[in-house]
């Protein structure tokens, strides 16, 4: 069997090194002629519009999934036409790469957001400021991750330079929350419904970019971790979705707010690889291809710890007892994820020694 990734960034990748295993054969699509999955399996450079390379690509796929939420509504509209086999499906997509779309998802489903508004000029960004009062955050409906395409607004005297960052687009502001802690759960939902949900995990953010994911002693109570599947349970049968879908929380007052989903696999997921007995990658691919559903369960405890910018030298690292270290192979540059680390058993030395290595 044969599987094709719109995208082939280092989730590609990895869903490709976890597929392999189990006999499956990968195809990716994607401009960058230094993907990171291009290492791992057959690559086709070009754009993820271009009618000939969707030919060429889905040509002998039994299914075709995606590793981003940015993949254009349209590229999946050309390739079901030619009769392709997509999971997730494209509602799943369309709601997601649009925050306006999903808030509006997670309202209708009786899902707990911050209070929004959709913002479509200056006037209206200053009007729902000073009239709803506080502080605020402005975001672009698409395309914004790791911190981008956000402006935080404190008071009104910050509407003009929200406006010059993010005005032209389309916007929606959202309440700022003051929040406990940050988490997130990664579900799997097979073809016919079944589901697994993952622990519940503490994720840890710098400068807007996820730094580090592990399991939080909080989560183990069991009334939050079945609220955060419930909601997952509602989304995934809303969207009729098939593969791995990720929805990151606030949590506030021993409650959960939604904050947002990714129909994909997650970089607060990547602890799976080695902490799970199934990764979330491996789930992924038996989900979209009808394979049974493999134990979500934790198998050891850890800490997962993201490189960014810069990766350090293997070798002061690799002597670190537990340490399982994953190199994305991409160019560094200021606040890229370029590998990550998970750390088994992990113990405040080990962790601290880490750190250093990362020079932070």
Known sequence: MRVGFLGGGQLARMMGLAGYPLGLQFRCLDPNPESPAADVMEHIQAPLNDPDALRQFSHGLDCITIESENIPVATLENLLLHGSKINPGIKALATSQDRLYEKNTFQKLGI??????NIASREELENAVRTRGGAFILKTRREGYDGK??????????????????????????KWLTFDAECSLISVRDPQGNTRFYPLVHNVHKDGILFTTEPWTAFSNKDLQSKAEAYAQKVMQELDYVGVLTIEFFVMNEDLVANEMAPRVHNSGHWTIEGAYTSQFENHLRAIMGLPLGSTALREPFTMINV????????????????????????????????????LRPSQDKYDSIIRQLGH
Request: glycine share 8%; charged share 25%; aromatic share 6%.
């Open 112 to 117: 707990p957001t911050a209070d929004f508004t």
């Open 308 to 343: 960014i910018s810069q990766m350090p030298e293997s070798s002061r690292l690799l002597g670190i007892d537990g340490l399982c270290l994953h190199d994305y192979r991409k160019k560094a540059a200021p606040k890229r994820k370029l590998g990550h680390i998970t750390l």
């Open 149 to 174: 395409g956000q402006f935080r607004i404190k008071s009104p005297a910050d509407v003009d330079a929200a406006w010059a960052a993010l005005g032209g687009r389309d916007l929606i502001l959202e």
